[in-house]
Each structure stands twice: as structure tokens, then as C-alpha cells.
């Protein structure tokens, strides 16, 4: 049988919507027990819907390299399987790599192509080697009392230099590379800033309130389109 | 008048007992997709042949995972960080949604209100994602000749340096800790010239963010008692914490 006519059967598809909707339930969950609590603390309503819009308006730019990836994907395993992969934990090159090593082991390649064996091998391979590790979302609990311990033994002003200095970190790993990496990458971050240092301008002295919930993603458009622009001036 | 029955503690107890028992469920939802798949269709790989090709994917998976874990869990808080890490994208999607809402909203990432903006801002995040792909795999055909264009690629191979550039001034800008900018120097200028000579090692993030995280508090510490850097809203608390006593 041809595994793609696997990859693409009605099952898959079934399988596919039950996980995915999993996930979703999950959230759900987890969304319905945040809001519960902030609705117990009385916390600021206009706080909570600003925040959801936000987070809606900022994750629409980021996820379309996601798109771009599952069109990668879909000539190798069929349109379900990389629907749900890139809806759970994946990436494009994950997938690829984890489908070449399964392909590999079972004597062919992603390059030489799938047989049903293999891809059979693939999907296996590609969800074990990643979901085991939501075993160790158990330690979650404990890093954070590690972290809620270290703080309660500093002062005020030093816990939260403490917390920030890890935000420190993150950007240093992230903006030195792209500082080292190129004249394309170096100015679209610079222009990036630019774009959110003139928002912030616009939100404080123009009283353009409603702009900080779009200021990252307008901040990234007009990064990425200047990217294309520089790209084809070089 | 409403009272709060229940303490910060035990809500976050109930959201690890969810994000616990979701992880444990994610897992037995995910492997039965492919097992039922291999089984129906008689498919089923050999064990040797699965154990072969995974065990190296495995290993090297496991310390990532766990440098993630120990790295982002403090910014994201509990329910935040239990719904990222089995959604997945991580790094370039859920912890930067987390830190701009949280940033936006004034909260630090570890006080309960932290906690309940980071939890709702990883959610819809999560939502928005899946809707997005869903609708990508209905348009798809009409989607894949505008976004293959070549003239997109450099849009979409500078994501990252966009989203950063944004994300790292905001998070400079608007936090409380003013002048921490200059902690970071030195080990900005180590990591630019790795990247120069050596390059840096993609995919290892995490654990640099771990290796110079004390790094950057060491100097850090150093700074904030020569008054190099201040924290704003001390004042505030101080006085607060006065009344409570």
C-alpha cells in the first residue's frame, strides 16, 4: 500500500482531530482556571481583555513561518500528520530530522523516499522521542519553589534584579548572535527597536493607548518588510 | 462581600495537579495516534528498528528539554509553562507572548498576577496558532505559491532578529530594574565575538541562557551596590510591607 495513501486516509485525519482537540481542551483548561482566579482576586477587567487581545494580535506574525513549514512538510507525510506535529510540540526541522533518522533506520532515506514501513517507523519515532519528555514537566513545581525559595532569602530590590537578570540572559543568548550574524539580521533588529521606540512615543505623548497591544506586531512587520527591502538593495 | 476563599499557593497547587495529570494524558494521546495508525493499516516497525532510529533523538532531546525547563519556567510561571511545553514553539511564539503580556500589563512574571497574565497570554497564543494552521490547511493551495515566494524569504528568515529587537526593548524599557543594560555588556560582547570566530552553537541555547545567568547577577550584584542600578517602586513596597507589620 502506498503510505501515502496512509498519510492522507480518513483515520489519520480522525486521530488528528482527537489530538489536536486535546490540546485545545487542554488550554481551555488551563485559560478557564486563569481567568477563574483572576476574576477571585478582582483583578482589573480591562487588564485581562487587553492581555487576550494582545496575545492574539502578537501570535498571528510569528506563526506563519509555522505555515511555511507545514507546507515543507506536506509533500513528505501527507497533510495530517503536520498539521497536528506543528500544532503540538515540533518544528519543521525537528520533524525532518527525526523522519530522515526513522527513514535511515528502517534502510532508506527521506531523500530516496518514504515506504509505508518507514513512515510507519517515522511517526513513531517523531512522537516518541518527544512526548516522553512531558515526563518531565513533573519538575516544574519544584523549579519554581526553588526559585520562589532563592527569592524570599534576598531583599525586595534584589529578587527582582534576580528575575530580570534572567530576561538579561535570554536576550544576550538571542540579540548576540544576530549582532555577529550579518547586515540583513543586524538591521532588521535595529529597526525593530526603532519601530517600537517611535510606538512607545506615540502611545505616551499622542495618547494612543489602543497601540500597545499591536506595538510588537506592528514592530515585527515592519522589520520583516524592511528585511525583504535591504535584501533586495544588496 | 465576596471573600478570597482560596491562597495564591493553593491555585497554583490545582494548576500543577491539571498540568500534571494533561501531561501524563498528552502522552498516551499522542503515542496512540501513530500505534493505531501502524496496527490498522499493519505497518507496526520492529522494536529494534523504532529503539535504533529514537534512542539518539532521545538523548540528545533530554537535556535540551530539561535546560528549556529550568531556563523559561521562571518567566512563563506554572500554568503558562505546562501548556508551552507540550504546545510547543517555545522560544519564538509562547515565552515572548508571556513576556510582552506581562511587560504590557506591569506585572513581574512571578507574582500571582504574573501568573494568571503569562497563563492567559500562552493560552490564547495556543488558540490563535491552531487556528491559524487550520485555516492554513484549507487555504492551502492558494496560500503555498504567496508564501514560497522568494521575495518572502528574507520576511521570514529575519523573524527572529524582528521579534527580538521589539521584545528587547520593551522588556529594557518598561521593566523596574533601570540599568541592567550594563550588566549585560560584557556578556553580550563575549557571546558577539564567539558568533564572529567559533559561531554559536544553534539549538544550544538554553543552556547558554543557564551558564550566564549567574554570570550576569555576579556583575549585576556588584553594580546594584555602587548604585549603578536602581529598582523603581522600592519605595512603594517598603511602605507596604510597613503597614502589613
Known sequence: MDYMSIANSSLMYILIIIGIGFVLLQSAMHLKMA????????????????TMKSAAAFSVVPTLPIVVALITLIPVFGTPWPWFRLSVVGSASYELMAADLAAKGSGTSLAEGLNAVA???????????????????????????????????????????????LFMSLLVVFIGPMVGGGMVTLMTLLVSVLLTFLQSLLIKYKNMEWLKGFQMSFSMIGAMAFAVVFTGML | MNEIKRSFDDYLNATHRLG?????????????????????????PS???VLSSSIGLMA???????????????????????????????TNLKLPCSLMCTSAAGVEPDSEAGEIISTIAICISSFVTTGIIIVAIILIQPLEPVLNNPVLVPAFANII???????????????????????ALLPLLAVIIMTLTVGFPSGFEGVFILGLFPVIAAIAKKFYSKGMITVTGLEEYETTEEQAL
Not at chain 1, 41 to 49: G, L, R, S, Y
Open chain 2, 60 to 90: 540528545f532531546l533530554a537535556p535540551a528539554t530539561l535546560v528549556e525547563l529550568f531556563s523559561y519556567t521562571p518567566m512563563m510561571g506554572a500554568g503558562g509553562s505546562y501548556v508551552a511545553f507540550v504546545t510547543g514553539n517555545v
Open chain 1, 119 to 165: 513512515f510507519g517507523n517515522a511517526i513513531i519515532v517523531m512522537t516518541l522521542a518527544v512526548t516522553w519528555t512531558f515526563m518531565l514537566n513533573f519538575m516544574i513545581k519544584g523549579v519554581l519553589k526553588k526559585v520562589k525559595k532563592m527569592k524570599s532569602k534576598s531583599n525586595f530590590g534584589w529578587s527582582a534584579i534576580l528575575i530580570s537578570c
Open chain 1, 35 to 50: 481567568l477563574g482566579r483572576a476574576k477571585e482576586i478582582k483583578m482589573d477587567k480591562h487588564q485581562i481583555k487587553s
Open chain 2, 161 to 183: 532578529p524582528a521579534l527580538f529587537g521589539s521584545l528587547g526593548f520593551s522588556m529594557i524599557v518598561g521593566s523596574n530594574v533601570k540599568g541592567l543594560w550594563k550588566a
Open chain 2, 20 to 44: 500534571r495529570t494533561f501531561s501524563v494524558i498528552a502522552i498516551v494521546v499522542m503515542m496512540a495516534i501513530p500505534l493505531t495508525i501502524c496496527t490498522v493499516f499493519d505497518i507496526m
Open chain 2, 47 to 49: 522494536f529494534m528498528m
